[in-house]
Structure formats: C-alpha cells, structure tokens
C-alpha cells in the first residue's frame, strides 16, 4: 500500500510532464487535456484523487493517439474518466474538509463542557463556603441563645429551615456538577456511562452483564469503553478515590475482573493509586464500580 502511494503520484507527474501537445485535428484530446490541467492547478483538489486522474491522463492520451474510427469509444472512455477524477477530487476535497469541520465541532463541544463543568465547581464550592459560614453564625446564635428556653426554641427553628433550604441548593448544585461532569466524560471518551444509584459513598456504577465473557476475565471492547468513560468521569466530578467490587461464582476469578476494571480505568487516565479492589465469591456475577464523592 505504502508502495503505491509512492508510485501512483509519481507516474502521474511523470505523465504530466511528459504529455506532448495533442494534434490540431483532435481538440477533443485538447479540451479534456486544458480540465485535467485545470484540476492539477486546483491547491484545493490536486492532491486527491491520484489514480483516477492517471487514468483519465492515459485515457485522453489513448484518444489523442486513436484512429478516425476509433476515436468515439476512445472519446466516450476519456471524457468518463476526466468526469470521474473531478468528481473523486471533489468529492475527497469536500470530505476532507467534512473531517476538519467534525473535529472542531468536538473540540468546541468539550471545550464548552469543561467551561460549564468549571463554573458549576466554582458555584458549588462558593455555596460550600457560605454554607459553612452560615452554620458557624448558627452555632454562634445557639449558644448566645442558651439562657433563655423559649427565644432559643424559636432561634433552632428558623436555623433548621435555613440550614435545609441551604443543604437543598448545595445538593442541587452537586447534581449538576455530576450532570456536567458526565457530559464531558461521555463527549471526551465516545462511552456512555451504565446506571447508577447514589448513597452516602457516592455513585455506584453497575456494569453490563455481557462485560465479561462466561468464565473469562478480560472485559469486552463495549466494556473497555465504559470503564475508560468511568475514568474520564471520576477524574472531571474530582472524586476523592473509585472503588471496584465484584461477585462470580469463583472468587479468585471475581478478583481477576475486579483487576480488569482497574486496569482498563488506568488506561483511561485515573492514578493507580486511588482504585480499590474486590473480588469475592456468590451466587450471581456483579460488577459494581464506587465514584466517591468529595
């Protein structure tokens, strides 16, 4: 293949430059000869399409040196060639520049995400402040408060309702930092990420059934992708730490998956050093990777 990129481009040039004036008597031969010049000159088109405009090269030679009543298959032949190069080196310069269009839209997509995913941190760690702030002034009001029974019953009531108004907009903000930190995980990876649920740990992740083959403990390429996307997501919430727990018939088999996950959320950029491992025997196959939160 290497071998015929080389050649290809060459024997074109080759073909170029060598290619006599046509014969007056054939400007059929010339017209076709002036388009595929034309496309050579192209900046934007000169460098697809290779082979097909060498072969409109040999078609239009072919006709310049056909006879009389050859000539109008010869004809036929070159002008669907020379068509058939303009449209390749169309069709390959238009997507070419499809390509660059797509990686910038990604790049514009992610760039956005992480800009949103870094003003939702801001926002909750300002709240965390004002939240912490607020608790200390309520302390402070509680034990000025203590001496008198009856004004420090009225005083815990409204802090009860601050504090609960307070702890709802944090929870709410934390939510949409882990909304925006999936986002940017699944745009960066390509991956979506399995359910989850959420308990005073963080968010448990269940990966599929079919991740690992019956009785196999590589994990499989849909897998390798979602844990990768688990890792991309770990590190954009900032979790203190990812924990892999799983369950197979045979322990020391749960125990090699459970080293799979690590390995592959490893590959997917996480530090070695701040995933936990797992693997124990039972009556059915689980596999369940803990994002702690902060």
Not at 125 to 137: G, I, P, T, V
Not at 149 to 167: F, I, M, N, R, Y
Not at 183 to 197: D, F, H, I, R, Y
Not at 199 to 222: H, M, Q, T
Request: hydrophobic share 45%; net charge positive; charged share 30%.
């Amino acid at each position: 293949m290497n071998l015929h990129r080389l050649i290809l481009p060459a024997a074109l040039a080759a073909l170029v430059a060598a290619a006599p004036a046509f014969a007056a008597d054939n400007p059929d031969a010339t017209r076709l000869s002036q388009r595929l010049t034309v496309l050579d000159a192209d900046p934007s088109m000169n460098t697809f399409a290779a082979y097909e405009r060498l072969q409109a090269r040999q078609a239009v030679t072919t006709l310049d040196q056909a006879a009389k009543r050859d000539r109008p298959g010869a004809l036929y032949v070159a002008e669907r060639r020379v068509q058939i190069a303009e449209a390749a080196a169309r069709s390959q310069s238009m997507q070419r520049e499809l390509d660059r269009l797509d990686r910038e839209r990604s790049e514009l997509l992610v760039e956005a995400s992480q800009q949103d995913a870094a003003r939702a941190r801001a926002e909750s760690e300002r709240l965390r402040l004002q939240a912490q702030m607020q608790a200390e002034e309520a302390e402070r009001l509680r034990v000025q408060s203590e001496a008198d029974a009856a004004s420090l019953q009225d005083v815990e009531t409204a802090l009860k309702g601050v504090a609960g108004a307070q702890t709802a907009r944090l929870n709410a903000a934390r939510e949409r930092e882990a909304k925006l930190a999936r986002e940017e995980a699944e745009l960066v990876t390509g991956g979506k990420l399995p359910a989850a649920k959420r308990d005073n740990r963080g968010e448990v992740f269940a990966l599929a059934k079919g991740s690992f083959g019956a009785g196999k403990a590589s994990l499989s390429d849909g897998a390798q992708t979602t844990v990768k996307t688990l890792a991309a997501y770990a590190d954009a919430s900032s979790s203190p730490g990812v924990r892999v727990d799983v369950t197979a018939v045979d322990a020391k088999l749960a125990q090699r998956r459970a080293e799979a996950v690590r390995d592959a959320l490893v590959a997917g950029g996480w530090p070695q050093g701040k995933v936990q491992v797992s693997g124990k025997s039972g009556k059915t196959d689980r596999t369940e990777v803990l994002v702690q939160s902060k």
